[in-house]
């Protein structure tokens, strides 16, 4: 059902699921080799960390990400992974309620998934630069002459996951193999497109952030309330107060 090829997990039932936990695996391996020498040496800067875990661990990670069909799942376990590294890199921990909008701006990164459109994006115009001798460009082309699909939900394709992508970075669907023929052009089309769906998907998730404490201020009953007598903050739970306590040591 799969096997192992140039270093990547493949799957004949085109489930990339196997292939995330090998790549989840091996980027925590490099974290682990380099735990003790690098992120937990207090002589070497966070930026001098940061910049060892974007040169070893991400392109670990990330290693074949131009050609994944990721589902939501899929990004969510890469996500967790990224967040976690960072915030430990920088010493954040959950009491200091910090936000993730706010450790990847003091990092200087972005989300796993913003990596991964870029990557894809940026091979894809590659693929389409090549000539048509060339297999990359046949397969990306091709279609089958015989079968069709089953009835009912359909497996993603590379086609749909390219389409999402673009549709995403705001690059017309209809015109963007032409503008991926000229190098510069569709490098600076990705790079502005990218930086787009970045800042729209942090500004989405400061309104949820914003929505739900909104809520939690209105739904909580005041016999509910669990105020700390040490600050203005007002717990839902006695068990969430004895928590919020421990950071006030």
Avoid at 76 to 104: A, C, P
């Amino acid at each position: 059902d799969s096997f192992n090829y140039l270093g990547s997990t493949l799957s004949t039932k085109a489930n990339i699921d196997a292939e995330i936990d090998r790549r989840l695996q091996a980027a925590g391996t490099a974290i682990g080799k380099l735990q003790a020498r690098v992120f937990n040496n207090k002589d070497i800067y966070r930026n001098t960390k940061m910049k060892v875990y974007n040169a070893v661990v991400l392109p670990t990670l990330l290693y074949g990400s131009e050609a994944w069909v990721t589902y939501s799942h899929n990004l969510k376990s890469l996500e967790k992974f990224h967040d976690r590294s960072v915030r430990k890199i920088y010493g954040v921990k959950w009491q200091d309620r910090q936000t993730t909008n706010s450790v990847f701006e003091k990092a200087s990164t972005t989300s796993i998934e913003a990596m991964v459109i870029k990557n894809q994006l940026r091979w894809s115009g590659h693929v389409v630069r090549m000539s048509d001798t060339r297999l990359p460009k046949q397969i990306m082309y091709s279609e089958l002459e015989t079968g069709k699909r089953t009835h009912g939900g359909q497996r993603k394709r590379y086609k749909d996951t390219l389409h999402r992508s673009l549709k995403q970075c705001f690059i017309r669907t209809q015109t963007w193999e032409s503008l991926a023929s000229d190098r510069n052009s569709w490098r600076s089309a990705v790079h502005k497109g990218v930086k787009i769906f970045e800042d729209k998907r942090r500004t989405k998730r400061e309104e949820k952030r914003a929505a739900r404490k909104a809520s939690l201020s209105t739904n909580t009953p005041p016999e509910q309330s669990h105020p700390c007598p040490q600050c203005d903050r007002i717990c839902r739970s006695r068990i969430g107060l004895t928590s919020h306590l421990r950071t006030h040591r």
